[in-house]
């Protein structure tokens, strides 16, 4: 098979995948809850790393337009909302708020990947564990908060 023919065949194959519904809707659910932020500062930390997944105020990037990657990024936000979802406080059966301390803690949150194409949702040492308290104090410390 030809180089030319390859090319052609994966330009194909990626006009095609873009055609496929998933991840291309961009919609926001409403919100239809909200914890009592313990402060501002709180809710801005939280605005800058975590809510584009973990809220229903998603500012949806011009590469969510494109699949394969829409599709990555539609499902990153999808369990997002499903584990934490800050925009349905108080619907969600449970909203693990102490275990967002945790995984922020264990530099688990926010996700390499997605602190390199968001840059805002780098923090600082100092920043981090003002989140970190700021997740303890809005949540509380106890494993499961309803």
Known sequence: MSLIKKILGIIIIFVAIQLIPYGNSHVNPPVTGEPKWDSNETKALFDRACAACHSNETKYPWYSNIAPVSWLVQHDIDEGREKFNVSAWGAQKKNKGKDAADELQEDEMPPFIFT????????TDEEKQQLIDGFKKTFGVEKDND
């Open 116 to 123: 390199l194409t968001h840059p805002e949702a780098r923090l």
